[in-house]
């Protein structure tokens, strides 16, 4: 099993001096701080975590590559299509997904690290066309449907706020009176916490931390997975 010694001191500082002074020419003068205590501890997590996630999930994707595709995610901003125009995020996220293909398109565990905390996630931030198509299959589906209301229960239980409804009014097409018209109002599905102090995230511990944060999250997952192998969404 991988072990961790947690995150530098540096982690958040240099994110805490991003925020400060978010600009190319700051990034480009502290890059090799950027590299050495960001991005290669960032990488090292990623590798531990995800060998610890493959006990809640074996197909989970752990994928080192730095180039925007794999569980490390950029540190540039894409301002394109954005009013903020600030060039880099002052947060550093990581994520491990269960299925081929696009992390964003399929149910994953997440994780960002910010100048103050830490906070992780399950579930899915977003359902494409054919992925809402899929879940509302499933909503209407009396076994899964049944399945997300239990888990649903669960994780509200163990503390934590299941998120995801969008909708105010029954989607088109679908009956108002449904039975189950709260949960068809949904466009993603995940839950998750922000309350990792930088005490932990400093200490090997922080493995165990997320570990039990995930464990009673991973229903959440396994749930997306199974609607995705019964009615597609990818």
């Not at 995150?7 to 480009?28: G, M, S, V, Y």
């Not at 006990?55 to 794999?70: A, H, K, M, Q, W």
């Not at 299925?99 to 905390?117: A, E």
């Amino acid at each position: 099993m991988s072990d961790f010694p947690g995150f530098p001191l540096q982690t958040q500082q240099f994110l805490r001096e991003l925020r400060a002074n978010n600009t190319r020419d700051f990034f480009a003068a502290n890059r090799p701080r950027y590299e050495e205590f960001v991005k290669a501890p960032a990488l090292q997590w990623v590798a531990a975590m995800g060998e610890r996630l493959k006990e809640l999930d074996p197909d989970i994707v752990i994928d080192l590559r730095t180039n925007g595709s794999g569980s490390l995610m950029r540190a540039a901003r894409d301002t394109r299509f954005s009013k903020d125009k600030l060039p880099y995020k002052v947060n550093v996220a990581m994520m491990w997904w269960h299925g081929s293909g696009k992390k964003m398109q399929h149910p994953g565990f997440g994780m960002q690290i910010t100048p103050d905390d830490a906070g992780l996630m399950v579930g899915m931030f977003h359902f494409a066309k054919p992925m809402l198509a899929a879940y509302r299959q499933a909503v209407l589906d009396e076994e899964l449907s049944r399945e997300l209301i239990e888990l649903a229960s669960a994780i509200r239980a163990a503390g934590y706020n299941l998120s995801g409804k969008h909708f105010k009014t029954a989607p088109r097409g679908f009956d108002k009176e449904h039975p189950r018209i709260e949960w068809l109002k949904y466009n993603n599905l995940h839950a998750g916490t922000h309350d990792i102090p930088p005490s932990v995230i400093i200490r090997s511990a922080l493995l165990d931390v997320c570990y039990d944060h995930f464990a009673k999250l991973a229903p959440i997952l396994h749930w997306l997975a199974r609607v995705q192998a019964r009615y597609g969404g990818v």
